[in-house]
């Protein structure tokens, strides 16, 4: 693939493009986002670009960290987090400049200077919901990927079906129980979730990385697996089982004015470790017990039809940069979209890269690509 031509503020004579790759977060996929940072960093081409990495540890402090892909990798089923550094990044909101500063533990303040673009690799609330994004309008900083409202609109699992289901893309029946819901009267929420034929699928609606996700086989077990999804997120999603394959496609946003770019579709196959379907220790402890294909053994008609609603999927939640559309394929042949992730998994050997490299572009230009879409976009309202 070719380079841009030189995006406004970066490529300047002599200047490489200053990237702040932020990772880690408060949400659960803290370590998910470090071990993507770690592949990102490694991928980053620094004769082009300039970086600043900035961990976001768990109870919120943004710090600057070591330029230490090793650090950030999952090994060995250790997972890894984002070390207190005592060296506090500030993002200057709508002041004279647009300069990251760093506070030491002992109140000092260097001038970090200015980035031409963030790479906010963060998974889940706080990250992927658009807060961080909103927080970088007010900056006026540019970001990779999709902007306030898609981000926050395809991070809650009720919204986005709400949106795909008025576009008319075909979504599988399901029931919502809100907090105040739950609160007010658990007995009919239970029954209007009952109502679907089992097994059900309760899940948080702003979660992911199939954190509190419960197959439910029968009304009685209900009650337990809405608590569970509740320790996640004060509402709750509660799906029928959809049996199908499941079918994912990437999308990179045209340059300029062109059209969305879609990937080859792939194949999530879960093929032991009695998982009972793609859970959190299938997707990132026990690799050995998934498959990922691409491209997927599918019809050619199946494969247009995914990524036609990929492609519909990601205009019509207005989505920048990038996204990884998921669906399920029926016996029937029937394709139902499952989610869109608007940060979707992002090491070499997730999805999305993979998806991509099936259909001829490489990580380093995936990363590549991604930055210079961002820095081509403008600033404020699109
Ligand atoms: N309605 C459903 N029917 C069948 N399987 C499901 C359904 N919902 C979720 N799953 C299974 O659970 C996994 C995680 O659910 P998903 O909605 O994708 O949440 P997350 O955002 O955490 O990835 C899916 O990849 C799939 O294996
Ligand atoms: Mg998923």
Redesign the pocket.
Known sequence: MSSHPAAPPADGPGRRTRVAVVFGGRSEEHSISCATAASVLRAMDRERYDVVPIGITREGHWVLVDDDPEALEIRDGRLPHVPDTGRQVIVPLGGLDQDLRVVATDGTVADLGPVDVVFPLLHGPFGEDGTIQGLLELADIRYVGCGVLASAAMMD?HVMKVLFSSAGLAV?PYTVITDLDWRRDRAAALDAAASLHFPV?V?PAR?????G?VKVDGPEELEAAVDKARSHDPKVLV????AGR?IECGVLQGRGADVPRISEVGEITVVGGGHE??DFEAKYLDEASVRIQVPAGVSDGVRAQVREVARRAFEVAGCEGLARV?C?VTEAGEVLI??INTMPGFTPFSMYPQAWAASGVSYPELVDELIQLALARPLGLR
């Open positions: 699992k599988g699928f899940k979660a992911g990385s199939s954190m996700v799906e029928q089982g959809i499941e379907f793609y998921d399920f499952n989610e």
